[in-house]
């Protein structure tokens, strides 16, 4: 990771607010995402979690108020897995829309025997089932170098062993001098400062 | 490991498009059978008279052409914005307007490269003249592509909505008239032995224009349906 993300914030959001369908989901909300912060943001169905990661990324960009600042690089894992079922898992992640970098062969093999998907790079994802797809998805942690990951429901269709290696790399990432922002129902089993970013008050330790 | 550099990535996912599109051949194969079945049932509508049917030949093949690309500018991007890729696409750090070239270069190999290599056969069916043939060809050749960046915009300002079918037609269908006028003049203009070069070069300019102004919108247009 960059030496210059110490020193300053990979993300910055500035006095945030949304209302949707007549009701308020955040208001005023303002924190920084420093290097080595784990963050969970909380909240029940329907508080606004995606809505606010979808301010935060970009993908919003129209309807609230307040303004994000994005000084570094983000890795973005949404909800839908990205992974074209007509294509094979090592072409999907070789050809992937974010553009991100351009992987060797034998890196992409690698980031996908960590999700647990050695043997099955070149069989049509199709033939793969839903906790495959994203698991396809989610070995561009592995090969990703952005300092910042933003990611929404990572556990979600993954096995318990899915979920065990996916904290090691979460906390990897963290301790390597990246920060992680995530939603999820499930409580994080780390041994790592986990940060709560409430809707309604910001970022608690 | 380093980011690739735009024309990589450009010629990248122009990769990812065609290998989509050659492991799905129906949709490939789609519009040329469209195009073969309207073609079939002209002569059984108008009458089998050669003379008739060769005076036809020019208008009859732009308006399929155009039909034929309207069916399928729709998909461009609706299973992109299904499974997430586009969010991805609309993230990267690549710009926009040469990534959204990429997807048009694609859907116009697929469609009109493909359509304006096998126009000859179509207008033998009609009984175009053999010496207007050269001049469908090239005419569909670059009105085609000017049809691509024109539906790419309605394709993605409708991405969003789940039957957005009907409505790109009314969006883009205005779009296309200046193509089909030119277009078949073109052809006609060959059949009666005038120059078709004034026509073709006035398709060639729209599709620089098209070119540069195309792509704006379709970014535009991609963003405000990710956003809704």
Known sequence: MTDTAHSSPLLVADSLSLTRGG???FRDLSFEINAGQLVQLEGSNGAGKTSLIRILVGLSRYGFDGTV????????????????????????????????????????????????????????????????????????????????????????????????????????????????????????????????????????? | MSAPGSLQFCRRLLRRQLTLAVRRPVEIGNPLLFFTMVVALFPLGLGPAPDKLADFAPGILWIIALLSNLLTSDAVFRSDFEDGSLEQLLLSPQPLYLTVLAYIGAHWLITGLLLALICPVFALMLNLPASAIATLALSLLLGTALLSLLGCIGAALTVGLKRGGMLISLLILPLYMPVLIFGSAAVKGAVVGSPAGPYLAIIGAMVCLAIALAPLAIAAGLRISVDA
């Open chain 1, 23 to 25: 009701r308020e989901l």
């Open chain 1, 69 to 205: 600042t994005r000084p570094a690089p983000i890795l973005y894992l949404g909800h839908l897995p990205g992974v074209k079922a007509m294509l094979s898992p090592r072409e999907n992640l070789a050809w992937h829309a974010s553009g991100e970098g351009t992987y060797s062969d034998t890196a992409i093999e690698q980031a996908l025997q960590q999700v647990g998907l050695y043997g099955y790079e070149d069989v049509p994802s199709h033939a793969l089932s839903a906790g495959q797809h994203r698991r396809v998805n989610l070995a561009r942690l592995y090969l990703s170098s952005c300092p910042l990951w933003v990611l929404d429901e990572p556990f979600a269709a993954i096995d318990k062993s899915g979920v065990s290696a996916l904290e090691a790399q979460l906390l990897q990432h963290v301790s390597c001098g990246g920060a992680v922002v995530m939603t999820s129902h499930q409580a994080l089993q780390v041994d790592y400062t986990l940060e709560k970013l409430r809707l309604d008050g910001g970022i608690v330790s």
